[in-house]
């Protein structure tokens, strides 16, 4: 069977765009493959986050992985800094990762933009951690959003160069994936880029706003003046809000809007109303269920442990195999 792997940073809550990039068919990807699902906690080092805040937000996420309908009976749940094996995989991924390539991502560029002023070692290497992730597992599929794409490129790009260092076919190559369809790109509110936890206040919808809270975000959302010709081209922060519709509203709402502003009668006040509920709708199931498991620590503190003994049972083998691939043998 082949092996699933997916990992989000514990850097803020679960958003939408964390969702539909990479979550959304977790039920049906628990039932037909071997599932690895982590929390990214050493990778959200790299932004210094205090002790209190990591724990909580390693919590958080946990809760929310587990109210999205992840099954820790089927996949195996853990956190990474649980299963320290991946530190010692990066060292030697590390070692075969060159600064020019590492230099040339697109995530370490967007980075130094970002934090100026905490350009850090982690930051150059965030590739091959995640590249560790990944073969710490021999995962074959990894399902992300398109921000991922170049990561899973370097991932393969590293996993093809130990294989031919050592003469060996120890890694598989792994592949971004979205069950068939395109990897897609969830929009935010702030009329550019993507929904992100770093992308500023607002921008982002996490599954366990409160309602008010969706209400406000969406209405303050970006949009323009308004289409004055039939069929016009819409502009970017119009377009984002129809792609966050399409997500989260059925398919009549959707047309009718469509219809709307393709005969320039649309009101984008009333079209943020109607998303606002329809994505209280979509959130509302998530939203109870993570106060519920919130509030049972035990509980996930149970999930935490078994997750982290099936992953480290694999994870030593791998790393048994590595070293003595590598030539770290007994004298
Ligand atoms: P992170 O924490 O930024 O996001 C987690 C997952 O959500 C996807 N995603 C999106 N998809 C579509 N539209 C969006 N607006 C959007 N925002 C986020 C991301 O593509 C990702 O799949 N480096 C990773 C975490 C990671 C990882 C791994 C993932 C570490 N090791 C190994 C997979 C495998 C990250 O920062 O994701």
Redesign the pocket.
């Known amino acids: 069977m082949e092996t699933v ?5 514990p ?1 803020g809550n679960l ?1 939408l ?2 969702y ?3 979550l959304k068919n977790f039920v049906q990807m628990q039932n037909e493959y071997n599932c690895y699902f982590f929390i ?1 906690d050493y ?1 959200s080092l790299t932004t210094h986050p205090t002790p209190h805040n990591l724990t909580g937000n390693v919590r958080e996420i946990l809760a929310e992985y587990l109210a999205a309908g992840l099954d820790p009976e089927k996949a195996v749940i853990y956190i990474q800094s649980d299963v320290p094996e991946v530190a010692e995989l990066y060292l030697f991924l590390n070692m075969n990762a060159y600064v020019g390539e590492l230099e040339r991502c697109t995530s370490f560029k967007d980075k130094i933009r970002q934090q100026p002023h905490n350009v850090n070692a982690g930051l150059l290497t965030y590739p091959t ?2 590249a560790a ?2 073969l710490l597992h021999r995962a074959n599929k ?7 794409e170049q ?1 899973l490129e370097m991932t393969r790009t590293f996993a093809n160069r130990f294989n031919r260092m050592y003469n060996v076919d120890y890694f598989p190559e792994p592949q971004a994936f979205n069950f068939g369809n395109e990897l ?5 509110l702030n009329g550019t880029g ?3 936890k770093s992308e500023g206040e607002g921008n982002a919808i996490f599954l366990s706003d409160e309602p008010e809270a969706i209400r406000k975000k969406v209405m303050k959302a970006v949009t323009d003046a308004g289409p004055t010709r039939p069929h016009q081209e819409k502009s970017q922060p119009i377009e984002n809000l129809f792609k966050l519709m399409k997500a989260v509203s059925n398919a009549e709402t959707l047309a009718y809007f469509e219809e709307q502003y393709d005969s320039c009668q649309i009101k984008y006040g009333e079209m943020k109303k109607q998303l606002a509920e329809d994505m209280i709708a979509f959130t509302a199931p998530f939203r109870d269920k993570i106060k519920e498991l919130l509030e049972n620590k035990e509980y996930l503190s149970n999930v935490a442990r078994m997750g982290k003994e099936k992953a480290q049972e694999n994870a030593r083998k791998t790393i048994r195999d590595v070293r003595e691939i590598i030539g770290f043998r007994s004298l």
């Not at 897609?184 to 935010?188: E, F, N, V």
């Open positions: 792997l997916s990992g989000i940073r850097t958003h765009g964390n539909f990039g990479a990214a990778h951690l995640m992730d990944i990894v399902p992300v959003g398109k921000d991922q990561h897609i790109k969830i929009p935010g993507k929904m992100g």
